[in-house]
């Protein structure tokens, strides 16, 4: 998958919808939110291009999935 990045006034990338749902894989919204310390709500906000997630959660997020797919 190809995508461009974004940035957010220079404090980092942020994430496309896409590659948010992607990323979550066999995780449930509910599990994947509790991992950023946010709601389910937000998560599907993030999901559905509502709300911009900020790059410390990608990132945060990016982490603690990877510690638990190993």
Do not use: C
């Not at 994947?32 to 990608?58: C, F, V």
């Amino acid at each position: 998958m190809i995508t461009k990045k974004r940035s957010r006034g220079g404090m980092g990338y942020v994430p496309l919808a896409e590659e948010i749902i992607q990323a979550r894989g066999h995780l449930s919204q509910s599990k994947a939110a509790s991992l950023i310390y946010t709601t389910q709500a937000r998560w599907s906000n993030y999901e559905t291009g509502k709300s911009r997630m900020h790059p410390a959660y990608w990132e945060l997020f990016l982490k603690k999935k990877g510690e638990q797919d190993a």
